[in-house]
């Protein structure tokens, strides 16, 4: 099983940005991808995470209704959509994969691990 986040790069505030993360290897007909993010001097924390089988997803409070995931299953990629970005944030963000939405929940607690990609919010 292979996970490849991509897509973070520096953004201003109140600026938008799409992760991806591109997934193979992964034969199971239920599984779930997350993205969790981990800021710097703090923990690994989760995002979001959506169903591979019904498409059904599960979002942290903090995020305030700013970040939508998504997927594409032609393409087995999973977006972040990011909106109105804030300083905070700024981490690596990185993209897991578990046997069902059930189990996205602690990063270290995931199957599958891709590596991470940084966004960055500043002005």
């Known amino acids: 099983v292979q996970l490849q986040a991509s897509g973070g790069g520096l953004v201003q505030p109140d600026g938008s940005l799409t992760l991806s993360c591109a997934a193979s290897?992964?034969?199971?007909?239920?599984?779930?991808i997350g993205w969790f993010r981990q800021a710097p001097g703090k923990e690994r924390q989760r995002v979001s995470c959506?169903?591979?089988?019904?498409?059904?997803?599960n979002y942290v409070d903090f995020l305030e209704g700013r970040f939508t995931i998504s997927r594409d299953d032609d393409k087995n990629t999973v977006y972040l959509q990011m909106n109105n970005l804030k300083p905070e944030d700024t981490a690596v963000y990185f993209c897991?994969?578990?046997?069902?939405?059930?189990?996205?929940?602690?990063?270290?607690?995931?199957?599958?691990y891709g590596k991470g990609t940084l966004v960055t919010v500043s002005s």
């Open positions: 959506i169903s591979s089988s019904d498409g059904d997803t």
């Open positions: 290897g992964l034969t199971s007909d239920e599984y779930a």
């Open positions: 897991a994969a578990a046997d069902s939405l059930q189990s996205c929940r602690l990063y270290y607690g995931m199957d599958y």
